[in-house]
C-alpha cells in the first residue's frame, strides 16, 4: 500500500482538463411526517438548500479536491442557475476559463429532494440540443490553446450536447500528436466516436447496451446478444474485450457496482479488483470520482493496475456520502491500509 499511498501523495503536481456537460446538482434536504391529502405523495418539510457541481463540473472538483489543478470546459445558460455554479466552481479553485454561457440554452439543474438519507424524487432541466459550430469551435479553440500545459484530459459524455462527433474528431487527434492522456466517460450510444482514446470508464449497463448497439462482429470473444437479459461475469469479460479491441483502446476500466471494478489492458490482460465500500449511502457521482481518480493516478506514473486500485478505494469512500460527493487525498491515504 505504501506505493498507492505514495502515488495519491503526488495528485497535487497535476493538471487535468475536464471538458464536458455542466450540471449544478441541487439539494432540498428536510424530513417527511405525513402523506399529502391532495395526493399520495409525502410531504417534505424542507429546511435546507444546497448546491454542488454535477456532471462534467462534479470530476473537476473531485480532481481539484484531491489537491490537484482542475480545468473545466463547457457550456451554461445565461440564467440564475449557471450563476449558482459559477460560484460554487469558483469557490472550490476549479478554472472556468472554458466555460461559455450560451443565451439559446438553460443550463442543467438537476434537483433532488432528500427526506432524512431517502431520495424522494428528482426534476430535470436541460437542453440537449448539440452545440452549434461556431461553439464547437470555440471549445476547441479552448483545448488547442492550453493543451501543452496539462497532464491528461477527461471527456464526460452525458448526453446533453456538448460532446459530439465532430468535436470528439477534431480532440482526438489533437490529443494524439500532443501524445496526451485521454479518458472517457462514455453515453452508451456514443462508443462509435471514441476510438483512439487512452481508456473508457463505462458501468454495466453502458458496456452491454453499447456491445448489442455496435453488433460487433468478433471470432474470437464470441457473445450471445438475442435476448435482453443482463450479462454474465463471463460476458462482461468477452464485451470488455471487444470493446477494448474495436474502439482500438489502451485500457478499458469497468466499474460494476458491488462486485468492484474490472480492468482490461490492451495486452490482454484482465484484472478484477472487488469493492471496498464498507457501507453505501448514495452512489450518486461514484462514476465522477472513479474517472477523476483514475486519471490523477495516470497523470503522476501510476501503472493502469495502480491506478484502478486507487480508484477503487475512493468509489468505496465516496459512495458512503450522501449526495454528490468529493473525496481529499487524506480520506483516500487514511482507507489504503
Not at 13 to 38: C, F, H, M, T
Not at 71 to 85: F, I, Y
Not at 147 to 172: C, F, H, P, R
Request: some cysteine; proline content about 2%; aromatic content about 6%.
Amino acid at each position: 500500500m505504501r506505493r498507492l499511498k505514495d502515488i495519491v501523495k503526488r495528485f497535487g503536481q497535476a493538471r487535468i482538463l475536464v471538458i464536458g456537460d455542466l450540471i449544478l446538482d441541487e439539494y432540498i434536504w428536510g424530513k417527511v411526517e405525513r402523506i399529502s391529502p391532495e395526493a399520495p405523495v409525502p410531504v417534505v418539510w424542507a429546511n435546507k438548500l444546497t448546491h454542488v457541481p454535477g456532471g462534467a463540473a462534479n470530476v473537476a472538483n473531485n480532481i481539484s479536491s484531491y489537491g490537484a489543478k482542475a480545468c473545466l470546459c463547457g457550456v451554461t445558460g445565461q440564467d440564475k442557475n449557471a450563476h449558482s455554479l459559477m460560484k460554487v466552481l469558483r469557490k472550490e479553485n476549479i478554472d472556468t476559463k472554458g466555460i461559455f454561457e450560451l443565451s439559446d440554452r438553460c443550463t442543467t439543474v438537476k434537483t433532488r429532494i432528500i427526506a432524512g438519507h431517502q431520495q424522494v424524487v428528482r426534476v430535470d432541466w436541460e437542453h440537449t440540443e448539440p452545440l452549434s459550430k461556431d461553439i464547437i469551435r470555440k471549445v476547441f479553440d479552448y483545448v488547442k490553446k492550453n493543451i501543452k500545459s496539462l497532464d491528461a484530459i477527461i471527456i464526460e459524455d452525458y448526453g446533453k450536447g456538448v460532446i459530439n462527433a465532430q468535436l470528439l474528431e477534431g480532440l482526438i487527434l489533437l490529443v494524439q500528436s500532443h501524445k496526451k492522456t485521454v479518458l472517457v466517460d462514455p453515453k452508451e450510444d456514443h462508443f462509435q466516436y471514441y476510438r483512439g482514446v487512452t481508456s473508457i470508464t463505462p458501468n454495466r449497463k453502458e458496456l452491454e447496451n453499447a456491445v448489442r448497439n455496435l453488433k460487433i462482429k468478433d471470432n474470437k470473444n464470441k457473445l450471445k446478444l438475442d435476448s435482453d437479459k443482463l450479462f454474465t461475469d463471463r460476458d462482461i469479460e468477452a464485451a470488455g474485450r471487444q470493446i477494448l479491441e474495436y474502439l482500438e483502446l489502451d485500457s478499458l476500466l469497468v466499474t460494476l457496482g458491488e462486485q468492484g471494478i474490472k480492468l482490461f489492458e490492451k495486452k490482454g490482460k484482465v484484472t478484477h479488483i472487488p469493492t471496498v465500500a464498507q457501507e453505501v449511502f448514495d452512489v450518486s457521482g461514484a462514476g465522477d470520482t472513479v474517472i477523476a481518480t483514475f486519471a490523477l493516478s495516470l497523470a503522476v506514473g501510476a501503472s493502469k493496475e495502480d491506478a484502478a486500485h486507487i480508484a477503487n478505494y475512493a468509489a468505496g469512500v465516496v459512495v458512503g456520502k450522501v449526495g454528490t460527493a468529493t473525496i481529499n487525498r487524506e480520506e483516500l491515504i487514511e482507507r489504503l491500509v
